[in-house]
């Protein structure tokens, strides 16, 4: 009897040790993982908002800042997996392709202005994209305009419209450095962040238009997308270009090359939005960033955006680069209820006024959807110049081909090798190898 | 003896399961998973020790991350031991205000690791900026920021145990030797180390264990920049883990690597340390 008593007791102990740790919550059907950390208050309050509309409870978990793959990596595993996650374009959809439902019957698939952008898989569609983004150099017009009108000032170039190209570019730039204390300014760049996990807008975006021009023309009437997805090596032809606008952007820094390694992009964004630098390459994201600066003195009709130019020919009919790298993707490991439910979360959210109004004005995105009228696009400074370049007649953009790259692991190699370079611990012959051999021993 | 067996699964059964599943099972799972290839834990394939080959043929980080290591742990367990001994023989005299120092020693060991990188990182790019440097501008001196940072974080514990197994040290023995016409140096190396040698067993295990696998600092100070020269082994195996897609089982395979190293090492040294210490 004693030792019933005894083994009910310690079960009884141990049970009471656990409960701690496996407190139920209430079901819900819809788990989406976020990716977009800034707007993680926005999808939960959306996330309410469907629940008081539809009944149905939706959790919303945001994975902090560079850590989607890992979070997303450890929460799929549950049993409580997420029903909606995010890939990153065909890398990421090769390596969750698993998990990734066919959704060629969703309407959110049928919403898409331009079928070709969702990742397709033979007959499948697996992964729509959300949201168009774009980047360039963006200028605070302002500091431009106090440059122009000084006397001192070169007269080969007389106006921002002028810029057309690296060279003109490169004498602007120049001169504005010459002249940086009349300005106000510490530098016409601001930092080329380098520290570990804040270097994407060199080794990802920047990177993207020297492999844009390699494999722009491959071959007749191919994506360069994909192209450069079955491209086992790469010649990395332009790389004096990728050269020339990063020596560019380092020496006419806010930052001097050896503390750049230390930066981030938010306070790169914080010497723009403090008109400690005129320019600053990112893209229509950063505008919460930059709104966001405490005593900013941006003015936000003075923000605008130039094409990055590299100084390849034919660039002066170059736009800004547009694309996406955000797919949203259902789990098809979870239960039908739940993949419908999914399914159902994602078409309210982009097509019902509630869900539409929340993405135009608390989001900020502009979507691929047609579901959008012309009216329903964000009306920030950045989105306003993004889709100035996509109505603009007389330039090209330059698509994301980025999504195309090996892996991370490319990247960050890419990035740290930058390091190396402005902190002059590699050549510059070094870091064209490391992309070179990197690109061949990670596209495995 | 009898009614004692009797309880025995009341007092040992919660340790036990709890000790099952957050120690044994996780340790089993990842060794069986260190032979397989797997995306999410669960969906595992077995490969054999393909993934034990790939760390040493396909990716060179491990061992520039082992031998970085290696050279941190040795600097840092002879700095930190050498220093926490000497402040714990100055915090046993008889002087007014030791406890306070003692107490101001401690602390540091209080903060989480992430914070204090944080905190170092900016002291240490506060004085490099002078010189127009960052703790990212070569890899010495993120080795010699990591050392800074375990010393200040280290030398605190290690010290109160000294000064536990000082003031152990019976005074007769002392004065006995004092009588003897022992000076101060012949004490302390014929009296008062070898009476606390397991606290140096103590204290050199726990330094070597924790250089050997700290993270946390290595993260928030340098994150392994520049170009991964100052990444320690449980960074790096952290980063094939998560940052590398395909790359699960090899992460896998070099932590059971890493624990096969520091466990040799530290057994040794348990059991080097152990016969020398001595019955008062």
């Known amino acids: 009897m004693k030792r019933i008593i005894c083994l009910v007791l310690t079960v009884i102990l141990s049970a009471v040790l656990f409960t701690g740790c496996g407190k139920k919550q209430q079901n819900a059907l819809v788990y989406f993982l976020n990716f977009k950390p800034e707007s993680a208050a926005v999808y939960e309050e959306l996330a309410r908002k469907y629940e008081e509309e539809k009944g149905v409870k939706v959790k919303v978990v945001t994975a902090a800042a560079n850590t989607y793959e890992q979070t997303l990596k450890s929460e799929i595993a549950k049993t409580e997996a997420p029903t909606i996650f995010q890939v990153n374009g065909p890398i990421g959809y090769n390596s969750w392709k698993d998990y990734c439902l066919d959704i060629k019957d969703s309407k959110i698939y049928s919403y898409l202005t331009d079928k070709s952008l969702a990742i397709k898989d033979g007959d499948g569609v697996y992964a729509v994209p959300y949201v168009v983004e774009g980047y360039g150099i963006i200028y605070n017009n302002a500091i431009m305009d106090k440059y122009f009108g000084l006397k001192s000032r070169q007269q080969k170039v007389n106006s921002v419209e002028e810029i057309k190209n690296f060279a003109t570019l490169k004498i602007v730039v120049d001169d504005m450095t010459k002249h940086k204390s009349e300005l106000g300014i510490d530098g016409v760049f601001a930092s080329t962040s380098l520290s570990s996990g804040e270097d994407w807008r060199w080794q990802t975006h920047l990177l993207n238009i020297p492999l844009f021009y390699e494999y722009k023309s491959t071959e007749e009437g191919k994506d360069p997308t994909l192209s450069l997805l079955d491209a086992k090596e790469i010649a990395f032809k332009y790389e004096q270009n990728y050269k020339k606008i990063f020596d560019l952007y380092t020496e006419n820094s806010a930052t001097v090359k050896n503390l750049l390694g230390s930066k981030s992009v938010a306070d790169s964004m914080a010497e723009f939005a403090l008109s400690k630098a005129a320019m600053v390459q990112n893209g229509n994201w950063a505008w919460s960033q930059i709104s966001g600066v405490k005593g900013n003195t941006v003015d936000a009709n003075d923000i605008k955006m130039l094409p990055i130019y590299t100084g390849i020919e034919g660039e002066e009919n170059q736009g800004i680069c547009i694309g996406t790298e955000n797919y949203f993707a259902i789990n098809k490991n979870v239960s039908e209820e739940k993949r419908k439910a999914s399914l159902d979360f994602l078409d309210w959210l982009f097509s019902s006024e509630t869900g539409k109004k929340y993405v135009t004005e608390k989001l900020g995105f502009i979507t691929p959807f047609n579901t959008f009228s012309e009216s329903e696009t964000p009306n920030d400074p950045l989105a306003r110049e993004i889709n100035r370049y996509l109505n603009d007649k007389e330039t090209t953009v330059v698509p994301w081909i980025f999504t195309a790259f090996p892996s991370e692991n490319f990247k960050k190699e890419t990035g740290s090798a930058l390091l190396d370079y402005v902190q002059g611990s590699k050549t510059w012959d070094e870091v064209k190898q490391t992309v070179v051999d990197k690109w061949k021993s990670e596209r495995k | ?280």
């Open chain 2, 1 to 280: 003896m009898k009614s004692l067996k009797r309880y025995f699964p009341v007092f040992v059964m919660p340790t036990l399961v709890a000790f099952l599943i957050a120690f044994a099972v996780p340790f089993v799972l990842g060794l069986f998973l260190s032979f397989t290839e797997f995306r999410t834990v669960s969906d595992a394939q077995f490969v054999g020790f393909l993934n034990y080959l790939k760390i040493f043929t396909q990716d060179a980080t491990f061992l520039n991350s082992l031998w970085f290591t290696v050279k941190f742990a040795v600097v840092s367990v002879i700095t930190i031991n050498f220093f926490a001994f000497i402040f714990a023989l100055l915090l046993t005299r008889d002087v007014a205000g030791t406890k306070v120092f003692r107490t101001v020693f401690f602390m540091p060991n209080l903060i989480g690791g992430i914070v204090l990188g944080y905190i170092w990182q900016l002291i240490i790019n506060g004085v490099l900026f002078r010189f127009g440097y960052s703790i990212t501008s070569d890899a010495t001196y993120g080795f010699w920021g990591l050392i800074i940072l375990m010393n200040w974080q280290m030398i605190g514990y290690m010290m109160i145990i000294y000064i536990a197994g000082l003031s152990n040290i019976p005074t007769d023995i002392i004065e006995a030797s004092k009588v003897d016409g022992a000076g101060w140096f012949t004490t302390l190396f014929k009296i008062t180390i070898p009476s606390c040698m397991p606290s140096i067993t103590r204290c050199l295990f726990l330094t070597i264990t924790n250089s050997f696998k700290l993270f946390d600092q290595n993260l928030a100070l340098t994150a392994g920049a520049p170009g991964g020269r100052t990444r320690m082994v449980a960074l790096d195996i952290y980063e094939t883990f998560y940052g590398r897609i395909g790359f699960e089982g090899i992460g896998q395979a070099k932590s059971v690597i890493f624990f096969l190293i520091v466990a040799a090492v530290s057994l040794t040294q348990l059991i080097l340390t152990r016969r020398k210490e001595v019955e008062i």
